[in-house]
């Protein structure tokens, strides 16, 4: 079953959150070099130390077409996999809920591909791997393909190529270099650090922008520019490319999607005089 729907507008746009957990993730793994003292003030761990992460995907509909982003954990992780993770597989059942038909999808966009953020990308049926959305394009940056299909012992972990692959191969998948737009109103933008090549979905819509900044701020409670995860390949990146972010969307009052925050996924970040930085949810 999908839990409740949050929906906001941006412009001409309107925005559904679409979940396909909540998951869980280690929460030390979550906060890197941050001592648990200091996160447990944020973060409620389970007995396993774990914490509850959301799995947020955003539908976009712009009036012209229907945009999704990221596609969540999918049903394709093996059996052991996805009981550590408490998978859930609601993506389809959100979307449903959010009166939206897989068909119906014009446009999948991922900030990177790890599995936790394309797994719905492709589903199993009749034991083969099919496009989940079958009029989609789909559109992911070409440096990530290339880097899972190196799989490193690093991180070889995150990346399951039936998420990617049968898209690319049958050229239902774009492979962007970099910076691009997507669609009026619709672009993407490198922000690296957690991956070399992650990049930010930037929406805008009668001078209101939002954006979906994925893995470089994961949730509300890591907005300080140290709080950096464990998983990111280049924390120092992270730091300076968190600076870059901040300084347009604070000012400029950018909505931001958060997609691992499984209880703000969506919220406006303001700096106080002391520097301190807050969330403040729509
Ligand atoms: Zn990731």
């Known amino acids: 079953m999908a839990t409740a729907l949050k929906r906001t507008t941006l412009g001409d746009f309107e925005l559904t959150i679409c979940s396909d957990g909540p998951y869980f993730l280690d929460a030390g793994s979550m906060f890197g070099v941050v001592p648990k003292t200091l996160w447990e003030k944020r973060i409620q761990a389970n007995e396993r130390n774990q914490m509850t992460c959301g799995e947020n995907s955003v539908l ?73 959305f079958p009029n989609a394009k789909y559109y992911a940056q070409r440096g990530e393909v290339e880097h899972g299909h190196l799989q490193l012992e690093r991180d070889r972990i995150s990346y399951i190529s039936e998420n990617y692959d049968p898209l690319v191969a049958s050229g239902q998948m774009t492979l962007l270099d970099g910076n691009a737009q997507i669609a009026p109103g619709i672009s993407v933008e490198l922000f690296p650090g957690h991956t070399a090549q992650m990049q930010a979905i930037v929406l805008e819509s009668q001078g209101k922008k939002a954006c979906y900044i994925s893995d470089l701020i994961p949730t509300t409670a890591h907005l300080d520019i140290t709080w950096v995860m464990a998983y990111d390949l280049d924390p120092l990146t992270t730091i300076e490319q968190r600076k870059r972010f901040y300084a347009r969307a604070i000012p400029e009052k950018w909505l931001v999607l958060f997609t691992h925050d499984h209880d703000t996924p969506m919220a406006y970040v303001e700096k106080d005089e002391k520097g301190k930085l807050t969330a403040v949810p729509v």
Do not use: Q
């Open 60 to 132: 976009v509909r712009t009036g012209d077409k229907n945009i999704l982003i990221e596609t969540g954990i999918g049903n394709k992780l093996p059996e052991k996999l996805d009981r550590i993770y408490d998978a859930k597989h609601l993506l389809l059942d959100s979307l449903h809920a959010a009166g939206v038909a897989p068909e119906e999808i014009d446009i999948v966009i991922n900030s990177h591909l790890h599995f936790d953020h394309c797994g719905w990308n492709t589903m199993l049926r009749d034991g083969k791997v099919v496009p989940t």
